[in-house]
C-alpha cells in the first residue's frame, strides 16, 4: 500500500472517530433524560391502574368493552415501537424478531394478526415478512405527546371495541436496569391484572359522586390506562434507543481507535521502508561513480 493512500485511510478514519465519538457523548446526554422520564411515568401508570382498579370493586356491576374477553381468540392486534433512526446496533433486530415468532407463533394456531407500527425501523421488515399494517406512526419527538400515538392506538383499540380483534398486544423494548433492556411483549386488551371483585368484609365501598354517570367515568378511567400502558412503553423503548446508540457508538470508536493504530503501525512501517529504499539507491549510486 502506498504511503498516501495510508495517510489518506488515518485522515477519514480520525474523522469518523469524531463523528462516532460526539454521538457516543450526545446519546449519553439523552439515556440521562430519557432514563428519567421512563422511571418518572411508572408511578403515573401505576397510580392509573389503582384508580381503575379502586372504581372497578366499587362498582362490580359495570363491564367494561375494554375489559371484555373472547372465547375464542381468532384475530389479534400488536402495536409495535420500534425507532425512527438507526445506529442503535440490534435493539430493533431484537425486538423484530420476537415479533417475528409471535406472528408465526399465531399463524400456527389459526390466528390472524394485524400489526400498528410506530417508528420507521420497524416498518420495512415486518412489510417484507408479510406483515398486514393497519396503523403507523413516525417522526416522533424526544418527548413525544400523545397526540402522536393517537393513531397507531386508535386503530387497534376501535377495532377491539367493535369486536374485530379480540386481543390486542404492545411489543417494545423496557429497561431492565441503567444499562440494560430486553424485548417485551405485553398483552394491553382486554384489560387484566386489575382486582374487579367486591370489596371484602374489612374493606367498605368507597362513597363516591359520580358526574356524569358511573359509566362514563369508569369507561375513561380505563380508557386513560390504556393510554398510559402504550405511552409507557414508548418512553421505555425510548431510553432503550439511547442506551443502545450509546453502547453501538462506544464501540464503533473503540474500532476507529483499534484501526487507527494499526494504520500508524503500517505508516511508520512503510515509511522505514521507503527511507531504506532510499538509502539504498544513493549508496549505490555513489558506489557506481
Known sequence: MHIREIRSKIASTSSTRKITKAMEMMARTKMASAQRRAREFRP???????????????????????MARRDTVRRVGLIVVSTDRGLCGPL???????CVDALERWDRAGVACELSVIGARGLAPLLRHGATIAARASGLAA????????????????????????????????????????????AMLPIVGLDTG??????????????????????????????????????????????????????????ADRVLRELRHLYQKTRQAQITTELCEIVAGAAAV
Open 44 to 66: 403515573y401508570a401505576a397510580r392509573i391502574g389503582a384508580m381503575a382498579e379502586r372504581v372497578l370493586r366499587d362498582r362490580p356491576d359495570h363491564v367494561s368493552a375494554l
Open 92 to 98: 430493533n433486530a431484537r425486538l423484530l424478531v420476537e
Open 143 to 186: 418527548e413525544p405527546h400523545f397526540e402522536q400515538l393517537l393513531g397507531a392506538l386508535l386503530v387497534p383499540l376501535t377495532a377491539f371495541v367493535n369486536d374485530e380483534l379480540d386481543e390486542v398486544h404492545v411489543a417494545y423494548n423496557r429497561l431492565t436496569s441503567p444499562l440494560a433492556y430486553e424485548p417485551r411483549i405485553d
Open 198 to 255: 367486591a370489596p371484602t368484609d374489612g374493606a367498605a365501598a368507597s362513597d363516591y359522586l359520580y358526574e356524569p354517570a358511573p359509566k362514563p367515568v369508569v369507561d375513561t378511567l380505563l380508557l386513560r390506562y390504556v393510554e398510559a400502558t402504550l405511552y409507557q412503553a414508548v418512553v421505555e423503548n425510548y431510553a432503550c434507543e439511547q442506551c443502545a446508540r450509546m453502547f453501538s457508538m462506544q464501540t464503533a470508536t473503540d474500532n
